[in-house]
């Protein structure tokens, strides 16, 4: 994304980030995983797929690791956790399937753009900016938490 | 690579230097590749050809992707359309992207066009269902892809080349932007390029 924004779209960042991380503190309190800043652009009308992005931080002494994600089927039919990457020859990109995603101790991984994400299949309605998308995460060791992420819009 | 890239272009693109020449920021081949002799249907135009050609003083973006694709290809749309809107209106309009879809199986003429309009108002939604008339299109680009073994029916991915390429009014790729390239760098190579074909 762009570096150069202008005050206000700084400040419209600043905003979903604090909407975002105060939506996120829903895993309760003892948690020692912590999800921030998970988002979905905006897709078109006929779009089938879609992608959640996110931050997982493990404020643990042990690792953790992501092992599934699931959404409401109003949301999309199936959510898988991905990978996506480059061919050394080919330069081709790829996805791949992870099954088990490690958050290491006193550490964070971040789903973003490029890297891991939340694939959405079978989309039941296109993303919409400014509504939201509830994400179950499956930890290892920290169980299940909801998270929510903030459709953003596409080109911003 | 790209880093280095960038800090080139960061250098080049500031108000240092004001004896060199600026350079485009993204990759430049020393024998550019000239695409001029392929056209591809457009379905965002009832399947009229469009050559890979920009009309005169304009500049085509040319990308293969899938619309069924969740991270690479709306990501690049969208940073291309952020470069976009940094550029003034006046440059904006004089630009035009494509999607050379490398999944016609279940990218229809309809939903390609809906993606690419989606994006961008000057937008081209290419699509061919002949695997010949693809193959020598990628092949002209340098582009390489793959569908993943699948049932009719069952899901699957399409591996393939991320990069964007620029092409200007003689069917040149002028400069190629590898996924994840900067939009402020897009934006600024796309005003060099513009500016030069008005000189």
Redesign the interface.
């Known amino acids: 994304m762009s570096l150069q924004r202008g005050a206000a779209g700084l400040a419209a960042v600043a905003l979903i980030f604090s909407l975002a991380a105060g939506a996120c503190n829903q895993g309760g309190g003892s948690s020692t995983i912590q999800v921030d800043d998970a988002w979905a652009r905006s897709s078109p009308q006929m779009a089938m797929a879609g992608a959640v992005y996110l931050t997982i931080a493990n404020t643990g002494s042990a690792d953790d690791a992501l092992v599934a994600a699931s959404v409401p089927s109003s949301v999309a039919a199936t959510a898988e956790i991905h990978e996506t990457v480059e061919g050394e020859s080919d330069g081709m990109m790829a996805m791949r399937p992870v099954e088990r995603m490690v958050v290491p101790a006193n550490g964070s991984v971040a789903l973003e753009p490029g890297g891991y994400h939340v694939m959405l299949l079978d989309l039941a309605a296109p993303l919409e900016a400014g509504t939201t998308i509830e994400v179950t995460l499956s930890f290892e060791g920290a169980g299940e938490m909801v998270i929510t992420a903030e459709v953003r819009e596409a080109g911003m | 690579m790209l880093l280095i890239a960038a800090l080139v272009a960061s250098c080049s693109a500031g108000q240092a230097q004001p004896q060199s020449q600026p350079t485009l920021a993204g990759v430049v081949r020393s024998q550019p590749l000239d695409v001029a002799a392929v056209s591809l249907p457009d379905a965002a135009n009832g399947g009229t050809p469009l050559p890979m050609q920009a009309p005169d003083g304009e500049l085509l973006l040319v990308y293969f992707g899938y619309?069924?694709?969740?991270?690479?290809c709306?990501?690049t749309?969208?940073?291309i359309?952020?470069?976009l809107?940094?550029l003034p209106p006046a440059l904006a309009e004089r630009v035009a992207v494509a999607m050379v879809t490398v999944d016609p199986e279940?990218d229809t003429d309809?939903?390609l066009t809906?993606?690419m309009?989606?994006?961008f108002s000057r937008a081209h939604a290419l699509r061919t269902t002949d695997p010949a008339e693809l193959d020598e299109a990628a092949r002209a680009f340098g582009v390489?892809?793959?569908v993943e073994d699948h049932e009719p029916g069952e899901?699957y991915?399409v591996?393939?080349?991320?990069?964007t390429y620029v092409v200007d009014d003689s069917g040149t790729v002028v400069v190629e932007w590898p996924?994840?390239f900067?939009?402020?760098l897009m934006a600024a190579d796309l005003e060099l390029l513009l500016e030069r074909s008005d000189t």
């Open positions: 619309t069924h694709c969740p991270d690479i709306p990501t749309m969208s940073d359309s952020v470069a809107g940094d279940r309809e939903r809906d993606y309009g989606y994006f390489r892809w793959e899901r991915e591996a393939h080349t991320a990069i996924f994840g900067d939009t402020e």
